[in-house]
């Protein structure tokens, strides 16, 4: 199982095609273990010439845990999550990688590109916002997930993330339950550990903005985001394409807070355009 280490933190990753492909590496969003990405979107990129690369961020799945049960601040920022994604591109030896990061991880491919500019080829920010997330955050009726969560037992917590995802879900699109179902069916035989959701929380908390540093990227950046997102405000995007000189906005009527299956030719046209205008750069 190839693991990364970032001094104490061990970030665990899992790639797909050609090790020689251009690489693209998929940040996963707040509590969600790297199995959220759907294979089958990702053989789609696979299919397309990249190699795409899939990692636990800290505090959930099979990397490192910063703190027990009742511990709810591991003491660490969404620049530190970016330097655990850095440190992915050097275990697998690139100098630069695409990088797409939904929601939280959209924040940390931010924090990324804004930190370690060189380390990026192309930028793709998939339903996030900048932080902080006061002006863009939506009030909705999911848990609370910045206190000590309770240990469930194996159908409860299938069901109680069944519950959280259906409020991500888009109105504009059917709510792919089978798919959830299954999806929180391995996240929980994989990993369960929410004793790590409130320390990604807390991370987003503590972390300070970078988008005056956006302003002077000069890779080609992709932003996506849904109208009907219930957990934040399209203007997130508007705000962030208004920030990246260059940038292309992509906001989908109907979608969510999710990547839903009837516009992944969507996804994977704007997504592997924005890399492919990097390639000649990067090459």
């Known amino acids: 199982m190839p693991y990364a280490h970032n001094g104490a933190i ?6 797909a095609g050609d090790a020689s492909a251009p690489p693209i590496v998929f940040v996963e969003g707040f509590t969600m273990q790297l199995v959220g990405w759907h ?3 990702v053989a789609r990129f696979v299919d397309e010439g990249f190699r795409p690369v899939l990692l636990d961020n800290r505090d959930v799945g099979l990397s490192s845990m910063t703190g027990g049960p009742t511990d709810v601040d591991g003491g660490y920022t969404v620049d530190d999550m970016a330097a655990d994604v850095v440190a992915v591109i050097d275990d697998l030896g690139y100098d630069t990688a695409h990088v797409v990061g939904q929601s939280m991880g959209g924040m940390i491919a931010q924090a990324l590109a804004a930190r370690h500019p060189e380390r990026v080829r192309s930028l793709n920010l998939v339903y996030t916002a900048p932080l902080p997330l006061a002006d863009y955050a939506v009030k909705n009726d ?39 179902r299954e999806l929180a069916a ?29 302003g002077t990227l000069t890779v080609p950046v992709s932003i996506i985001h849904g109208d009907a997102d219930a957990h934040l405000d399209p203007r997130a995007a508007v705000d ?5 000189p260059g940038s292309e906005l992509h906001v989908y009527a109907g979608m969510g807070h999710e990547l839903v299956e009837p516009l992944w030719d969507e996804y ?16």
């Open 240 to 244: 962030l394409h208004r920030a990246i």
């Open 142 to 180: 999911a848990k609370d997930l910045t206190v000590v969560q309770e240990t469930l037992g194996r159908d409860a917590a299938i069901e109680a993330m069944v519950d959280r995802e259906r409020v991500s879900s888009s109105p504009g699109f059917p709510f792919d339950e089978a798919w959830i």
């Open 186 to 214: 391995s996240c929980y035989d994989r990993s369960y550990r929410p004793d790590g959701f409130p320390r990604q929380a807390a991370a987003m908390a503590r972390s300070v903005g970078v988008l005056p540093e956006l």
């Open 10 to 15: 061990d970030v665990y990753y899992e790639t």
């Open 39 to 41: 294979p089958r979107l």
């Open 268 to 283: 994977v046209r704007v997504i592997t355009r924005t890399a492919r205008r990097a390639e000649p750069a990067a090459g």
